[in-house]
């Protein structure tokens, strides 16, 4: 799927960059969680609020139960947030006294207040999340230019790509989720173990090479032994051979993530092919009102009044058997990368826990609440974002660093 993988386009091109360095330490990159509603400080479930420095929520979670006693599986959580950065996000006990978490402080995670609250917290309940960030080493000249690009992608909304994290450390996650969506065992394996070209790691580079050549057992041998997911995989088709069984033996949330991944890729690609656009009405169009609901567009002259003021969006395809597709201009389009991936709705009724619906996602989102601010050779940025939108598109935008390695913000993988 090489051709899918461009370089970001930038909504702010014709404004030049504002160049700095980005998350030299956890503290530039602070993010705080913006529920999706008040807690009623009464019910079953304690709602703890943590702050966590360096490590993935996982992890937090992982430590917060270990000291309290408490399983792992039925902490509840609204989204998972970037390790490599300070982040701050509700977590739910149930049947669990707040004394018990109170205060409570842990290496890389602390719990800076407790409430009550009727329901466990599930994935998706939260409004956004609010970013503060530090842009280093930034020539006072260039803040003119940061400041452009906010203006206009506050007034135009920001183009909502899913962002290189979405893609795994070797960028094959949607690769992936391809090979599993086609049935295509043959071709999972080999991305997934083979391709030592493309392998920097010398250890891990002579495992591949192994894989390549076919030898599965010394491929084990010299496989890294941190590295559980690929160890297992050869395991696997050391059992059962090349086929659904040695998928079966995977991980699901894995899997699940891979297909997500591709999901992800199709999406940018649409939105990539109409870009120029991203932000006006066609006929046919599905767009998103502000409460998420969507609605057809039979009059775009009417409408597009509406999609100036940032009250409604055109939306792209997140693919799936069961979505909800538009007319016109806008189907020819998706249909079109939909094909050119060998795909079609009905593929993704996978089956096996992995079968996907599908939804729509707003082409843009709104940047509230930007503010901007410079000393001493830092740019102090803060803004609000809806769930599931990357600041790392933001910081892109002011910088134009496409290929920098860009991490943060919300981790919204399944």
Same mark, same amino acid.
Request: proline residues 6%; positive net charge.
């Given at each position: 799927? %090489?051709?899918?993988?461009? =370089? ?23 993010? $705080? ?31 917060l139960c270990k000291a309290i006693g408490f399983a792992e599986r039925d902490v509840? %959580? ?15 006990? $149930? ?10 402080? /842990? ?18 309940? #939260? +409004?956004?999340? !609010?970013?503060?960030?530090?842009? !280093? ?16 992608? &506050? ?18 996650n949607d690769a992936l989720g391809l090979a599993l969506v086609r049935r295509d ?12 070209? @493309? $392998? ?5 580079? &002579? =495992?591949?090479? =192994?894989? =390549? ?15 559980? #997911? ?6 696997? *088709? ?11 033996? *995977? ?10 991944? *591709? ?5 940018? +690609? %649409? ?19 502000e409460n998420g609901a969507c609605f057809a567009v039979s009059d775009p002259a ?35 990368? /939909?094909?050119? &991936?060998?795909? @079609? ?17 707003? /082409? ?14 830092? *740019? ?8 599931? %939108? ?25």
């Amino acid at each position: 799927m %090489c051709w899918y993988k461009r =370089a970001m386009r930038y909504a702010s091109a014709p404004v030049p960059p504002c160049a700095g360095t980005i998350k030299s330490v956890h503290e530039d990159f602070v993010v $705080e969680e913006i529920p999706a509603y008040p807690f009623s400080g009464a019910g079953d479930h304690t709602l703890a609020r943590v702050e966590k420095t360096g490590i993935t929520t996982f992890e937090a979670v992982r430590r917060l139960c270990k000291a309290i006693g408490f399983a792992e599986r039925d902490v509840g %959580c609204a989204g998972l947030k970037d390790a490599r950065a300070v982040t701050r996000q509700w977590l739910s006990f $149930e049947h669990i006294e707040p004394g018990r978490l109170a205060g409570l402080a /842990l290496p890389g995670v602390r719990v800076l207040e407790v409430t009550r609250h009727g329901n466990k917290l599930k994935r998706g309940h #939260l +409004r956004g999340n !609010r970013f503060a960030i530090t842009l !280093r080493d930034v020539a006072e000249s260039d803040v003119t230019h940061a400041r452009s690009t906010l203006e206009l992608l &506050a007034r135009r909304g920001v183009p909502n790509w899913y962002d290189d994290q979405r893609f795994g450390h070797h960028g094959t996650n949607d690769a992936l989720g391809l090979a599993l969506v086609r049935r295509d065992w043959a071709g999972f394996f080999h991305t997934l173990l083979g391709r030592p070209e @493309t $392998e920097p790691h010398a250890p891990t580079r &002579a =495992a591949r090479q =192994a894989f =390549a050549e076919g030898n599965l057992a010394s491929a084990l041998g010299l496989w890294p032994r941190n590295q559980n #997911l690929e160890r297992g995989a050869l395991k696997a *088709l050391g059992d059962y051979g090349t086929g659904e069984k040695a998928i079966r033996r *995977l991980p699901q949330k894995q899997k699940q993530l891979y297909v997500s991944a *591709l999901q992800s890729r199709l999406f940018n +690609r %649409c939105l990539e092919r109409r870009f120029d656009e991203y932000d006006r009405v066609w006929q046919g169009d599905l767009c998103q009102k502000e409460n998420g609901a969507c609605f057809a567009v039979s009059d775009p002259a009417a409408e597009q009044p509406r999609a100036d003021a940032l009250e409604i969006s055109p939306t792209g395809p997140i693919f799936g058997f069961r979505m909800q597709q538009p007319a016109g201009r806008a189907l020819e389009l998706e249909q079109a990368v /939909l094909a050119e &991936a060998g795909l @079609t709705l009905e593929a993704f009724d996978m089956g096996g826990g992995l079968s996907q619906r599908g939804d729509r996602r707003p /082409l843009r989102f709104p940047l509230r609440e930007a503010e901007l601010g410079y000393a001493d050779g830092s *740019l102090k940025l803060a803004f609000v974002l809806p769930k599931g %939108c990357y600041a790392t598109v933001v910081l892109k935008e002011i910088t134009k660093q496409a290929a920098a390695a860009l991490p943060g913000g919300e981790d919204d993988a399944p």
